[in-house]
């Protein structure tokens, strides 16, 4: 009996190592066939489907313009062969901002509007830049926006209010992710002697860059660069009025993607963040080019995915969309074209005629130079007077009709949208849900209905990291702090 039982049992062990040995390397393929080794995630702050279009459209027109045949007349964004559709609502309301958005996003949770890395009661949680970082990848985080606000904000710091912009830009240097690019930092002024110290501890190194630079930066583990010309806000300026010189979002994808790649995998985060203000501001045409300006940072990632295919997954969403954008029946982006500038430099050419006390009709060349609006129609030409009366007036404007903008500013991009067949909703953000679409590794886990909290959860799934979120941050620091400097050898460097 005891003999039968274990040649019994020999058999079975046997089989069940057979076993084993077939299905081993099967349950291995599949976990390998699944697990993104590089993923990037763009952001376009307000890019719902019809700023998404207009991008498109706005393609169209500039190759008609310049002659050019396009063999896909379809942005990279949309190429993407997954379809999901988001929602966005926050914690305290259906309408989100930023921060509760990037929050979201950043670390699976529903919080607040205005609130960074943390829950509604004010407890921070892990975000999967951290959790990435822990699991041993590279972390990349780009903005064309300053890099403490709040959709950047949201994968490094814990803030109860995204304007502690001074408390948001300390934790930086403790994120111990390897690029932060883009922008400025709105926080810088209130600390540069702390925080360029503490930068310099944890091993950063900072660069101003112009384009040149940014594509031959030197060797650095960790490399904090910011364009060298800021505009307002410390953002980069929007695509529109950049000069040919200076860095592009395209640029410091490809700088962050040269600098991350390796054994490790990364992380890489870019958001297009201006293009909500462009939407806020109602500015179509500037809307548009800072939807290809993402759209270019997107092919940098089609590229590097055309040599990983297997191990890179691309997902490319918005936090809500703004300005409540119409594209109606013969949305046509041509009229476009003739806007040189932004409505925010438009802006300060009204405010010189302001100053000037030119008069309507001096007005009128300048719309024409800037905004591209000649040929005016009657019912044009009575808008922009109006408008004109109006900017030049002091006191009180209609808030409907121009929100908290130059009247003349805004009339003139009302009325190029209007040209284009467009219309604007509202000068804030809406309820809508909005766009992912994505390739690659396990991207399929993003197709169809899901809510921003779902992103980041399947990004770790995708990543083969196990960890549930939202998660509550390590009871101890990760890693030790940077020693304390102490005040004497603080005053001996700033004497040097
Ligand atoms: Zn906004």
Not at 29 to 46: C, H, N, P, S, W
Not at 202 to 211: I, K, P
Not at 241 to 265: H, M, V
Request: proline share 4%.
């Amino acid at each position: 009996m005891q003999r039968t039982n274990r040649r019994l049992t020999a058999i079975v062990t046997m089989l069940a190592l057979v076993l084993l040995a077939v299905a081993g390397p099967t349950v291995a393929e599949t976990a390998d066939a699944l697990r993104a080794k590089y993923v990037f995630l763009f952001i376009g702050d307000g890019m719902g489907e019809a700023q998404r279009e207009i991008g498109r459209r706005l393609m169209v027109a500039q190759a008609q313009a310049e002659g050019k045949t396009l063999t896909e007349a379809k942005l990279r964004m949309d190429r993407l062969p997954v379809r999901g559709l988001m929602t966005t609502h926050s914690a305290n309301s259906k309408v989100t901002d930023s921060a509760a958005a990037g929050t979201a996003l950043a670390c699976g949770v529903t919080t607040n509007n205005g609130m960074i890395g943390m829950t509604p009661d004010g407890r921070a949680v892990r975000t999967i830049g951290e959790i990435i970082r822990d699991a041993g990848f590279h972390v990349g985080i780009l903005s064309s926006v300053s890099i403490d606000h709040a959709t950047p904000a949201s994968f490094y710091a814990h803030q109860k209010s995204r304007n502690s912009y001074a408390d948001i830009i300390l934790q930086l240097p403790a994120s111990d992710f390897q690029y932060f690019g883009g922008g400025g930092a709105r926080g810088w002024s209130e600390t540069k002697d702390k925080l360029a110290r503490q930068a310099w501890q944890a091993g950063y190194r900072r660069f101003d860059v112009t384009g040149e630079l940014l594509a031959s930066l030197p060797p650095a583990q960790k490399i904090w660069a910011q364009a060298e010309e800021l505009h307002a806000g410390a953002a980069m300026p929007y695509d529109l009025d950049r000069r040919a010189t200076q860095p592009t979002l395209a640029g410091f994808t490809q700088s962050a993607i040269q600098r991350l790649d390796g054994e490790n995998g990364f992380f890489i985060m870019v958001e297009g963040g201006k293009i909500d203000w462009a939407c806020h501001a109602n500015d179509i045409a500037t809307c548009a080019t800072d939807v290809l300006a993402l759209d270019a940072a997107i092919g940098q990632a089609m590229d590097f995915y055309a040599k990983h295919p297997d191990e890179t997954l691309i997902i490319v969403t918005a936090d809500h969309e703004t300005g409540g954008l119409k594209l109606k029946d013969k949305a046509d982006a041509t009229a476009l074209l003739g806007q040189t500038v932004s409505a925010d430099v438009f802006a300060a050419q009204v405010a010189r005629l302001r100053d000037e006390k030119a008069n309507f009709a001096d007005a009128l060349p300048v719309v024409g130079k800037y905004m591209g609006l000649t040929d005016l129609s009657e019912d044009e030409r009575r808008q922009l007077s109006d408008a004109f009366d109006a900017s030049v007036a002091a006191g009180k404007r209609d808030k409907g009709l121009y929100g908290s903008y130059d009247p003349l500013t805004i009339t003139c991009t009302k009325i190029i949208a209007a040209r284009a067949d467009a219309e604007w909703g509202s000068f804030g953000h809406t309820a809508q849900a909005v766009p992912l679409t994505a390739i690659g590794a396990a991207a399929e886990t993003f197709k169809g209905d899901l809510d921003n909290v779902d992103v980041p959860a399947r990004i770790l799934k995708a990543m083969d990291i196990k960890v549930q979120l939202p998660a509550a941050m390590p009871a101890a620091p990760a890693r030790p702090a940077p020693a304390p400097e102490s005040d004497e050898s603080a005053t001996q460097k700033k004497a040097a």
